[in-house]
């Protein structure tokens, strides 16, 4: 009788890496930089802008992707809600808007971003509250 060939072992594929983070950074820090130039050509100022602009969102992205599954939901919730306002009030008040529409359109994204979240992670943990296998 032949003996039985095992299957190869399936590699997951993780979500947790660096890939994501650094291309939404790259595409923010790219869109920072250009609502900045008002038409002109690029200045110094404005690239050391989009480039600071993707790096701390990318770091804060992979943070809170790699490390966020051990806050409660309801922080977690809390944190890519804010992660979310902010990114969007900044970006918003990069384009010359006044600093209070841009302090307003960050809250409102905050807490629909937040809710969301919250929504999503509330409906997706277990009984015992871990997060569901994906």
């Known amino acids: ?7 190869p072992a399936r590699r997951r594929v993780s ?3 660096w890939g994501l983070p650094v291309t939404i950074g790259v595409l923010y820090g790219f869109y920072a930089e250009v609502n900045a ?7 110094w100022g ?6 600071v602009s993707a790096v701390v969102l990318a770091v804060a992205l992979y943070a809170l992707r790699r490390y966020g599954h051990a806050l409660p939901r309801e922080a977690r919730g809390v944190a890519w809600g804010a992660l979310a306002g902010i990114a969007v009030g ?3 008040s990069v384009t010359g808007a006044s600093i ?5 359109l960050g809250l409102i994204v905050g807490v629909v971003s ?3 979240a919250f929504y999503l992670f509330y ?12």
Do not use: K
């Open 90 to 92: 900044f970006l918003y």
């Open 1 to 7: 009788m032949a003996a039985h060939a095992a299957a």
């Open 123 to 134: 409906t997706h943990e277990d009984a015992t509250g871990h997060p569901a296998p994906y």
């Open 100 to 104: 209070y529409s841009s302090v307003l």
């Open 46 to 51: 404005q690239f050391w802008l989009g480039l």
């Open 15 to 17: 979500t947790h890496g």
């Open 37 to 43: 130039r008002d038409g002109g050509a690029l200045s």
């Open 114 to 116: 937040g809710g969301a």
